[in-house]
């Protein structure tokens, strides 16, 4: 068979020329698809299917809280690695998925002002693709101390893990007296002096803030607290005859009754069962118990200058510094006998005595 306009080659037959043909169009239509599935292959290989997927743009990231120490924060924290915050216990194990490759800084927020991150402190974390990173925060908790600055009419609240102020309280006045209830959420103080009235306050240890007021006729120098919270003893000493202590009800914030001390009485103390009380009555030169339970004066003890007065932990001992001789007496609290003395070469006028009766530490205002 004869196509016109078709080109055969010499020599053949129609029928092979008819094969030849069918071929030559099989291959040329085997050639096109194959040139569209290169071309298909060619196109996704372009959009990243035939080249290898990109790497990973993120990782994760394990971080570890340990808090040690006293007065643990119970609430725990709020962490935050780079772009990414979550809520974390006291000790607890976080995971953060998904956090963008790179360096990121690591916060820790929410903690009370008496804890504070242990150094080295954990400032940033590095994240991989490739690797999960992990890393330790290390959290110390301890106690608030409160001075009372004179020069400023302000309180300062100072930590003993930063050893530094993290807070200011600022009373309106001269404060004296600081002593913190035995739960330790109340902060209780006098006033020294006060323009326009005489009163106790109360702060939360918390807040800072003023929470409760006691009224008072005179201004106040100490304060102590009963051992179970329930009743406080304000020492007023510019009374004209001597002076007072005033008991005031803690949970009432009311006074419900007034002691009569001797001259320029200075400190007051408790025994730990809250029964005696003593008092520094420097002017006359005496120490002096008090029975609680009657509110009567039970006992004295001549002592020259008495000033600061603190007693062991065992209530066995009542430790007095004297203005002139600059020392400290330690007595024996059954008969006041003296136990041991110790000179000091500067005025003490305050004493404290660590839980385990092993040390004792005392304020120094004139040297």
């Given at each position: 068979?004869?196509w016109p306009?078709?080109a055969y080659?010499p020599g053949?037959?129609s029928?092979?020329?008819m094969l030849?043909?069918?071929?030559?169009?099989l291959?040329?239509t085997r050639a096109?698809?194959?040139?569209?599935?290169?071309l298909?292959?060619?196109?996704c290989?372009?959009e990243?299917g035939?080249?290898?997927?990109?790497?990973a743009?993120?990782?994760?990231?394990t971080i570890?809280?340990?808090?040690s120490?006293?007065?643990?924060d119970?609430?725990?924290y709020?962490?935050?690695?780079?772009?990414a915050s979550r809520?974390i216990?006291?000790?607890?194990v976080v995971?953060f998925?998904?956090?963008p490759?790179?360096t990121?800084?690591?916060?820790l927020s929410?903690a009370e002002?008496n804890?504070?991150?242990?150094?080295p402190r954990?400032?940033?974390?590095?994240?991989q693709?490739?690797?999960?990173a992990q890393?330790q925060?290390?959290?110390e908790c301890g106690?608030?101390v409160?001075?009372?600055?004179?020069?400023?009419?302000?309180i300062?609240v100072?930590?003993?893990?930063?050893q530094?102020?993290v807070?200011?309280i600022e009373p309106g006045?001269?404060s004296?007296g600081?002593?913190i209830?035995?739960?330790g959420?109340?902060?209780?103080?006098?006033?020294?002096?006060r323009?326009v009235?005489?009163?106790?306050?109360?702060?939360s240890t918390t807040t800072?803030?003023?929470?409760a007021?006691?009224p008072?006729t005179h201004p106040?120098?100490?304060?102590?607290i009963?051992?179970?919270?329930?009743?406080?003893?304000?020492?007023?000493?510019l009374?004209p005859s001597?002076?007072?202590?005033?008991?005031?009800d803690?949970?009432?914030n009311?006074?419900?009754?007034s002691i009569h001390?001797?001259?320029?009485?200075?400190?007051?103390?408790?025994t730990?069962?809250?029964?005696?009380t003593?008092?520094t009555?420097?002017v006359?030169?005496?120490?002096?118990?008090?029975?609680?339970a009657?509110?009567?004066?039970?006992r004295?003890?001549a002592?020259?200058a008495?000033?600061a007065?603190?007693l062991s932990?065992?209530?066995?001992?009542?430790?007095?510094?004297?203005?002139?001789?600059?020392d400290v007496?330690?007595l024996?609290?059954?008969n006041?006998?003296?136990?041991a003395q110790?000179s000091?070469g500067f005025?003490a006028?305050?004493?404290?005595?660590s839980?385990?009766?092993?040390?004792r530490s005392a304020?120094?205002?004139?040297h």
């Amino acid at each position: 068979m004869y196509w016109p306009g078709r080109a055969y080659w010499p020599g053949t037959t129609s029928s092979s020329r008819m094969l030849f043909w069918s071929n030559c169009s099989l291959d040329r239509t085997r050639a096109a698809i194959g040139l569209l599935i290169v071309l298909t292959l060619v196109g996704c290989g372009s959009e990243g299917g035939a080249t290898g997927a990109p790497p990973a743009s993120t990782g994760s990231v394990t971080i570890a809280v340990v808090t040690s120490g006293v007065r643990i924060d119970p609430d725990g924290y709020e962490l935050t690695v780079g772009p990414a915050s979550r809520f974390i216990g006291t000790n607890e194990v976080v995971q953060f998925s998904g956090i963008p490759v790179g360096t990121h800084p690591v916060t820790l927020s929410g903690a009370e002002l008496n804890c504070a991150e242990s150094d080295p402190r954990l400032a940033s974390v590095t994240v991989q693709s490739n690797a999960p990173a992990q890393a330790q925060m290390d959290i110390e908790c301890g106690y608030l101390v409160f001075v009372a600055n004179h020069g400023s009419d302000d309180i300062s609240v100072i930590s003993t893990v930063t050893q530094s102020v993290v807070a200011m309280i600022e009373p309106g006045g001269v404060s004296a007296g600081l002593r913190i209830t035995p739960n330790g959420e109340r902060l209780y103080f006098g006033n020294l002096f006060r323009r326009v009235s005489h009163k106790v306050d109360a702060v939360s240890t918390t807040t800072f803030e003023i929470v409760a007021e006691v009224p008072v006729t005179h201004p106040i120098l100490d304060i102590a607290i009963s051992p179970d919270g329930a009743f406080g003893y304000a020492l007023e000493p510019l009374q004209p005859s001597g002076g007072r202590i005033e008991v005031f009800d803690v949970l009432e914030n009311t006074l419900v009754a007034s002691i009569h001390v001797g001259g320029s009485p200075k400190k007051v103390v408790l025994t730990g069962d809250g029964r005696w009380t003593y008092v520094t009555e420097q002017v006359v030169d005496r120490l002096r118990e008090l029975d609680m339970a009657t509110y009567e004066s039970s006992r004295a003890t001549a002592i020259e200058a008495p000033l600061a007065v603190a007693l062991s932990s065992d209530g066995s001992l009542v430790y007095v510094s004297r203005f002139f001789r600059e020392d400290v007496l330690a007595l024996q609290r059954s008969n006041f006998g003296i136990r041991a003395q110790a000179s000091l070469g500067f005025i003490a006028s305050d004493l404290q005595l660590s839980p385990d009766h092993r040390s004792r530490s005392a304020a120094c205002v004139w040297h």
